[in-house]
């Protein structure tokens, strides 16, 4: 979360851009800007070209303005550095996997899994009633295998507010409980947890993606520095880089210094994808110096 200044958000205006486009590229920061800049009320014609004309035209245009800008599924700091009005009247909020380090925040917030209380209450109220009340116990297993992540708790309560009839228990035993199974139950028309994880799979290195898939096959709740190193042969000195990569992207954990592990639903996905013979990533992020 980013805020530029600490007045309060007023009406003059709010601009929102996903900066993650559907197949899972980044969004040019001077194509947002254009659609900005064409919101703000500015005809095409008038646009300049080039990433930093654009950006000057911009924070011209909000400066002295109270504004809300959101900038959703950011790639990188370099993604989002020229979309900064750079005005103290104006509060930016960022989303990303990546942690940002670099940008100037005020606030930064980790989005942790939902505690398990919190996590029961959000599915009893998207689920609803029905004709057959889960019981607590039933709603906590759910919750639990849906790693308490929000988008998988709201899907399988929204499937389930669809079927009233369907016993709560049903839905564990037929997929939940599987691992084979279980993200392909963490999918409701646009809804898809294992698309949400594959953005991010995306954007990873060669190298990452090796150590972010052979890693899934690790025993235990966590690793450390020395068995990631054994078990990709790698140099200790390289494997603490790669580690940290994929923590700094939100693919891995680091609950302590020098331990690293996966989220449930996180080491389910890396190992269908150590599973699959095509593994590699499409695409290499921005991270290729790791390679």
Do not use: K
């Not at 709560?168 to 698309?195: F, I, K, Q, Y």
């Amino acid at each position: 979360m980013l805020p530029t200044g600490s007045e309060s958000v007023t009406p003059d205006g709010q601009l929102y851009a996903d900066l993650t486009a559907p197949d899972g590229s980044r969004v040019p920061p001077d194509l947002v800007l254009r659609h900005f800049l064409t919101a703000l009320g500015e005809p095409m014609a008038v646009l300049p070209e080039g990433l930093d004309r654009r950006a000057a035209m911009f924070r011209s245009r909000v400066s002295g303005r109270r504004m809300l800008i959101l900038l959703d599924n950011a790639c990188g700091v370099a993604q989002v550095r020229a979309l900064l009005p750079g005005s103290a009247h104006c509060t930016v909020i960022v989303t990303s996997r990546a942690t940002l380090g670099s940008l100037p925040t005020s606030v930064r917030v980790a989005v942790e899994p939902m505690a398990p209380d919190s996590a029961a209450l959000m599915f009893t109220r998207v689920a609803g009633g029905g004709s057959t009340p889960p019981r607590a116990e039933q709603v906590r297993t759910v919750v639990e295998l849906c790693g308490r992540l929000p988008l998988a708790i709201r899907i399988v309560a929204a499937r389930h507010a669809a079927r009233p009839g369907w016993d709560l228990a049903d839905t564990v035993e037929e997929g939940l409980r599987g691992e084979r199974t279980r993200l392909a139950e963490l999918r409701l028309d646009d809804l898809s947890v294992e698309r949400s994880f594959d953005l991010g799979y995306r954007r990873l290195t060669a190298r990452q993606a090796r150590a972010f898939r052979e890693l899934a096959r690790v025993d235990g709740p966590y690793f450390t520095v020395t068995e990631a190193a054994r078990a990709l042969d790698w140099e200790p000195a390289d494997t603490v880089r790669v580690l940290e990569s994929l923590v700094d992207v939100s693919m891995l954990e680091s609950p302590r210094l020098g331990q690293y592990a996966f989220h449930d639903l996180m080491r389910v996905f890396a190992r269908q994808r150590a599973s699959r013979s095509s593994g590699e990533p499409g695409r290499y992020a921005e991270l290729s110096s790791l390679d």
